[in-house]
């Protein structure tokens, strides 16, 4: 599978990128959401996008609206990785289109069962 | 006033260490010794309730810290991976006591600093929290420093 690693955290994107490499998946990073439309632009699609909700220039529920208003995109999962935890936030990105929830921090073995989860657990 | 306990902030600040470096953290008497390198990063948090969240270490815990999450060994950890891992540590526990404020509220984006004290002062904010912590034989605290209300 393909995915897009979309955090201002380098470390995050680091970790969460180590673990796709394990589960044999593929992937690309991006810092904020703009950068994640442009590489979705120029190297999509990807089978799914793993969102951060605080970045600069463009947060990680702006980018869900983004991407969700783009048809050719439909087939793209979103989950979102993010400290925002509260219900209400929770049902927002849900409400906007995202597909999966998963808060920070999350071990090895719970983003393992998200992806299973989301059908997104057969390597690339 | 501030609603979340010294118990709610240890659990956080365990179940961050724990998940994201596998390593305990306990609570940790006196204050931390003074003199070495102290790295701090800080969020505030605007909205319902108006402050910051400030995380102090010393060095070697913000070195561990980066090397854990960019999987990385101690000689290869640069100053911007310290720096960016500190700031996703603050964010993370941010973040989760954030959730336990009355909403709705906001979270900035991380801010780090480093220096040799682990106090960091705030203009118009007190500390009403501060937790002294020991990881892996370094010391943390953690403060939470509130805005009046206006
Ligand atoms: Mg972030």
């Not at chain 2, 956080?12 to 390198?37: C, H, K, N, R």
């Not at chain 2, 509220?105 to 705030?122: D, I, Q």
Request: include cysteine.
């Amino acid at each position: 599978m393909r995915f897009l690693v979309i955090d201002d955290s380098r470390a995050i994107r680091s970790l969460i990128i180590r673990m796709l490499k394990e589960l044999g998946h593929q992937h690309a990073e991006a810092g904020n959401g703009r950068e994640a439309l442009d590489i979705i632009a120029n190297n999509g699609p990807f089978d799914a996008a793993l969102v951060d909700w605080n970045m600069p220039v463009m947060t990680g529920i702006q980018f869900v609206e983004a991407a969700r208003a783009k048809p050719e995109l439909a087939g793209m999962q979103i989950m979102m990785i993010t400290t925002e935890t509260e219900v209400e936030r929770i049902q927002q990105a849900l409400a906007l289109g995202a597909t999966e929830y998963l808060m920070k921090p999350f071990t090895r073995e719970a983003f393992a069962d998200k992806l299973a989860m989301m059908g997104l657990d057969k390597a690339a | 006033m501030l609603e979340i306990s010294q118990e709610d902030i240890a659990a956080i600040v365990s179940l961050v260490f724990t998940t994201t470096l596998d390593v305990e953290v306990e609570a940790a008497e006196g204050p931390p010794p003074s003199g070495g390198e102290v790295a701090s990063s800080l969020v505030g948090i605007t909205g319902n309730w108006d402050g910051a969240v400030i995380v102090a270490c010393e060095r070697a815990l913000a070195v561990r810290f980066a090397r854990a999450m960019f999987g990385i060994s101690d000689e290869e950890v640069g100053e911007s991976d310290i720096n960016d891992a500190l700031g996703e540590l603050v964010n993370m526990i941010g973040g989760n006591l954030k959730s336990m404020l009355p909403p709705p509220c906001h979270l900035s984006l991380p801010t780090v600093v480093a220096g040799r004290e682990y106090r960091v002062r705030l203009p118009g904010a007190k500390v009403v929290r501060e937790l002294d912590f020991a990881a892996n034989g370094a010391r943390l605290r953690i403060a939470i420093a509130e805005r009046a209300a206006a």
